[in-house]
């Protein structure tokens, strides 16, 4: 039995793709700024989340790349508590909630588990 990673498979499993909804614009911003503090994402640093008018709630959405812990982030002030979706490998859920832990308080929420990959309902507070 081979136990490595088939080729192209390793930065897969890295990636977490989180979504917020139903939150302040600025929370929004003070839990992706986190992220980006500890992990690689697809956004530039300057990309703040921005309210779209219209019915219905707003979901903020980006993936991070867990592979490598830039550096912890610092404990950020939220207006109001979070909910956080995290999906990805269990490994990379894993190291963003930890990544997550240094700048909120962290509430798991639920989890559903599949074959290769997880979702976690996750509850954010400041610390």
Do not use: I
């Not at 812990?69 to 894993?94: C, F, I, N």
């Not at 930890?98 to 700048?103: H, I, Q, R």
């Amino acid at each position: 039995m081979n136990s490595a990673k088939p080729a192209g498979t390793q930065h897969v499993s890295a990636e977490v793709v989180v979504e917020l909804e139903s939150c302040a614009t600025q929370d929004a911003h003070a839990v992706f700024s986190a992220l980006r503090t500890s992990f690689s994402s697809d956004r530039a640093a300057d990309d703040v989340p921005e309210e779209v008018a219209g019915p219905g709630s707003t979901v903020w959405t980006s993936t991070f790349d867990v592979s490598d812990l830039k550096s912890a982030a610092e404990p950020r002030r939220l207006t109001a508590p979070v909910l956080v979706s995290l999906q990805g490998g269990y490994w990379a859920v894993d190291q963003l909630c930890k990544g997550l832990e240094s700048a909120f308080t962290v509430h798991v929420l639920g989890t559903a588990a599949g074959d290769q990959e997880k979702e976690v309902e996750l509850r954010l507070e400041s610390r």
